[in-house]
């Protein structure tokens, strides 16, 4: 294991930006410990390495895995995030204080640090202000960190792209944008079958085909 002397290095080309990272239902998870065997999610974890590097943000461990109180150990928290190549993405300051309110630890990493912009990344909303959950990214509890909190994440850090606005549109409006799914396809083609429109039948058939689901 790296010793962690160069935490926090890759991140001296911009330390504004703070992502307060929780860990279980985030990138420890129900689907991983299913799957392998073990919470540690490797996929939640690489979206975590894509969100802090695009971002070009640092991040400040939040969960109780941290060590504070009598939860967790730090030397245990401090190795998962080695294993999984983000040790050197960690702020200086990598943890919150233990004032037994998540809300309360952030300001008061915040007093401590000094003020800045900065993210939340947790699946629960119920110990944050109002503000706190404008910047939040609320996680699946059971399935952690998705494609889509990447997005999400670039938007709250200002650096959107394109497609992260039209999935924006997409999840306020989501009517205008129903989602592909093979339900809603099949849906659609029984519409149009009713209707006589083969050519709209063939159409959605070919989609419903090359559906992941599909496969």
């Given at each position: 294991m790296r010793t962690g002397t160069g935490r926090g290095k890759e991140m001296d080309r911009n330390d504004a930006f703070i992502w307060f990272v929780d860990f279980d239902g985030v990138n420890c998870t129900t689907r991983a410990n299913m799957a392998l065997g073990s919470h540690d999610d490797p996929v939640a974890f690489g979206l975590l390495g894509c969100i802090l590097r695009e971002t070009r943000a640092q991040m400040v461990v939040s969960s109780t895995r941290r060590g504070r109180g009598n939860m967790g150990r730090p030397d245990s928290c401090l190795a998962m995030i080695d294993r999984h190549g983000l040790t050197d993405l960690l702020h200086p300051d990598w943890r919150t204080g233990d004032l037994a309110s998540r809300s309360r630890e952030i300001e008061d990493w915040l007093d401590?640090?000094?003020?800045?912009?900065?993210?939340?990344?947790?699946?629960?909303r119920c110990d944050f202000t109002p503000e706190q959950i404008q910047r939040m990214i609320h996680t699946d509890t059971e399935y952690g960190l998705g494609s889509r909190d990447v997005g999400r994440a670039r938007r709250l850090a200002g650096v959107a792209t394109e497609i992260d606005v039209l999935h924006q549109a997409q999840d306020e409006e989501p009517c205008r944008y129903p989602r592909l799914t093979i339900g809603n396809q099949a849906r659609a083609a029984l519409a149009a079958l009713d209707q006589g429109d083969e050519e709209s039948v063939r159409r959605i058939l070919d989609i419903i085909s090359t559906h992941p689901l599909a496969q």
């Open positions: 401590r640090n000094g003020r800045r912009p900065y993210g939340i990344i947790d699946d629960e």
